[in-house]
């Protein structure tokens, strides 16, 4: 088998990266802590096929030709051959040593900020590691594609340990609960109508790494209690604490990205319409019921009960009504209509926002990591190892 | 004379005051600088009168009567009047002993969110002590009414002192340099459309007090350093160290409340395009040429030496073009009109945004403290003790 196609999911962190300590390793500042989403609703998928007919290693992305000379892809190219070459079975084969076709898509639109890049990476290292029969931990060669990549190689809940070896080889990812654990939560994705341009998450954190006293304090202080703390939270399965870290945390960051200079902003007044409605909801249920976190762009991740998505999402499409009634407003798992009393609404204080500041919400859940598709439709390459699709 | 009239100064920070150590006797948690604003363009203004014949102390603000039974309030009238009595003139005449008729308004919008608190309490608090012949230090007096009103007692640069006594006897402004010392500085006020509630900024700053974690490591170890740096830069009329703190402190300060629990969010996107606006304006000029500050509100208060403001004025029209032409967008000192290349407004690389996104601009520069009027027609109670003008 000389061809792979797999999926691999985003990871929403409710403990933030925001910093490296080494930019070409792609170290961590502090460690960060994530839920793994399910594959059913948002993923990337990735066909590598290997042929020593190959010239060359080539690279297609949502069906457009991209270069290969990248050096975040060459880091987990060249260190998954590496890792390959260890291999009694790769050096009969010597498939290591033949070019590479990689095919990959997300299923969501990138435009909607939601971390593709770490859904990207994982995706490959996972699906080049399967081709090239590398085992052992693989999350250090997708973290050094992209540094959140490492997360999304563990289903449930995970960990991304900073680590403290100069070559980085502490510094991966390791699973703290499978998604069986808490199988009550749920994530809603809220995607912000936004016109700005994007400050990317590399420059930004360099940025802040050179000029934000804010973050030192934070990654020093602030971040090691919280990590502690939230894995208690979810090991027990306290809601109340996780939301409330997770609030916290998102908060924090988006706090040291401000005291960045020039400051990045990435939450928009849409974002902070959301924050308001989430506490104020918090606050009309007399307890935390609804955490939200931002990453760096305005989208808002919630995470929250199963039982209570159906009161959720009605408030939110009262609060922030679609565009207009023709657009699917509810993507992902399907949720029960259920009416929200006068009562409720009145006690959140919050006018509906003028129409389309949402383009639309995703309903998610946790899930596990990343799957081999084995079925050959499946697959993004023909098998002369070209794209069956290209735009 | 048992009337005086006065009018006293709004001030606009440089480092920021965020957090009291002591909310009765408000007391700051770290030094705070600003820059006083003549008082031709803003001002507060009030009368007050003493009488034998008054029954009762009686207020009124902005042509309506309020309660003096404000905590804040009486915290100044009876410090002023205990301090009157010490005086040997007080003792002969009694004036400390007839109640006061106080009547008070700001000839800008106080919905412009322009700290129309500290102008007040600053007015009010100078001319009482001129009422009642009270001499020596009276920042200590104003700062019990509203924390920054102290500031508003000097024109030029002032630093308010957090003190270290428990009394509070040592918090108190004192003048860095009058206005006389940097002729050249003005500052361009950019009122910010919003309608958003506005959370108080003395909830708002203990919310701080008690939820930031970052907040103490910016009042321990941020604070002091910039504040020795910028007094140098004010001495040495460094306008490039002057402008880099001033922005860095501002961004700070948005940066700890972003950090509060729940966040208190006051800049909005407007807000943030002018800090873009701005940054990009130094980038294009090759130096900084402007600073922008930003208080517990979204309105922009910028920066800049005299000879800059043409041109920066020009660039603001075409980037915040006025909701319509009828609107007097200018207001303040005028300013002579001056066509920018195409090639600079193309080097800021930022398009005209939508109309009606700033109400007005004020141009004004920095001045010296409170004033006294003496002519009668300045007055605003009659002879009766009463308003002239009632809303």
Not at 41 to 63: C, I, R, Y
Not at 277 to 301: E, Q, R
Not at 310 to 329: A, D, M, T
Request: aromatic content about 8%; overall charge neutral.
């Amino acid at each position: 088998m000389n061809i792979i196609t797999c999926v691999a999911p985003v990871n929403i962190a409710v403990i933030k990266y925001w910093g490296k300590r080494d930019e070409k390793l792609l170290l961590p500042l502090n460690d960060s802590i994530s839920a793994t989403l399910s594959v059913q609703q948002m993923h990337a998928k990735t066909t590598v096929m290997a042929s020593p007919g190959f010239k060359e290693d080539k690279l297609w992305l949502n069906g457009k030709e991209e270069t290969v000379h990248n050096q975040r892809l060459q880091n987990c190219l060249q260190e998954i051959r590496r890792r390959a070459k260890q291999n009694e079975d790769d050096k009969v084969n010597g498939v290591s040593n033949w070019y590479a076709h990689i095919c990959s898509e997300n299923n969501f639109p990138t435009a909607a900020g939601l971390a593709s890049s770490a859904a990207g990476y994982a995706c490959l290292v996972y699906a080049l590691a399967q081709l090239y029969n590398v085992t052992g931990d693989i999350s250090g060669i997708a973290r050094q594609g992209s540094g959140s990549a490492c997360r999304s190689l563990y289903g449930g809940f995970v960990r991304w340990h900073q680590g403290s070896a100069c070559d980085g080889s502490d510094s991966i990812a390791t699973q703290l609960a499978p998604h069986s654990h808490w199988p009550e939560m749920r994530i809603l994705v809220l995607v912000v109508s936004d016109k700005r341009k994007k400050v990317s998450s590399s420059s930004g954190m360099q940025n802040s790494v050179k000029t934000s006293e804010l973050l030192k304090y934070r990654v020093s202080h602030c971040v090691p209690k919280r990590t502690e703390a939230i894995i208690k939270a979810i090991i027990s399965k306290d809601f109340d604490t996780f939301a409330d870290i997770t609030m916290k945390d998102s908060n924090q960051f988006h706090a040291v990205c401000l005291d960045t200079f020039p400051p990045n902003v990435y939450m928009n007044d849409t974002s902070h319409a959301i924050v308001n409605l989430i506490h104020a909801y918090n606050s009309a249920s007399g307890k935390t019921k609804v955490a939200y976190t931002f990453d760096a762009g305005p989208n808002a991740c919630l995470y929250l009960l199963e039982h209570e998505v159906p009161k959720l999402v009605s408030v939110i499409c009262q609060i922030f009504p679609p565009e207009n009634e023709g657009v699917q407003y509810l993507q992902g798992i399907p949720v029960e209509k259920q009416a929200v009393s006068q009562e409720f609404i009145a006690s959140i204080g919050m006018e509906p926002q003028q129409r389309g500041l949402l383009k639309y919400l995703i309903h998610t859940e946790v899930g596990p990591g990343p799957q081999i598709l084995s079925e050959p439709h499946h697959h993004l390459l023909t098998e002369a190892g070209l794209p069956k699709v290209l735009v």
